[in-house]
């Protein structure tokens, strides 16, 4: 489980932004939920989502492939992504991956998406990164340098 409170979203300073979530490893599926809840500076009503999925990490060769199905409800409609992810290691100390998602069902336009990540190994820590857009748009640093950034070590 994970639970976060920042207290920006969206850029904006004194915002609050929690997300809690869980996942389970079962052999190469994992099941997932999450809930987001963030409520912007002067705002009387605060943005609640909530989501379940279900994915799949399979092995190919020297290549990983993960894929997940799931569906997403905000308080503005709802939306069905599928996502996939292929990743292999470049080196002993980085793995370096590419994603794809697209929304199959959506109550609004379909968003389509791409991502391109890698993990730095250290030890027993790993800093993976990812630099990603939502749009169908150009890659940039300027627009999400490490979009999704995490530190894990494993004791």
Do not use: C, Q
């Amino acid at each position: 489980a994970s639970f976060d409170v920042k207290n920006t979203a969206n850029g904006t300073d004194n915002a609050t932004n929690t997300t809690v979530g869980t996942r389970y490893h079962y052999g190469e599926w994992t099941p997932y939920a999450a809930y987001n809840t963030s409520k912007a500076v002067g705002a009387t009503d605060s943005d609640n989502k909530w989501g379940l999925g279900l994915g799949r990490n399979a092995k190919m060769g020297e290549v990983s492939m993960d894929y997940a199905l799931s569906y997403w409800h905000t308080d503005a409609g709802y939306s069905v992504p599928l996502n996939l992810v292929l990743s292999a290691d470049a080196s002993s100390w980085l793995t370096v991956r590419v994603g794809f998602a697209h929304d199959v069902r959506a109550s609004a336009p379909a968003v389509t998406g791409t991502t391109i990540g890698s993990t730095f190994k250290m030890g027993k820590a790993e800093l993976d990164m990812v630099v990603g857009n939502n749009t169908g748009g150009a890659f940039g640093i300027d627009e999400n340098l490490f979009a999704n950034a995490g530190l894990k070590y494993s004791w």
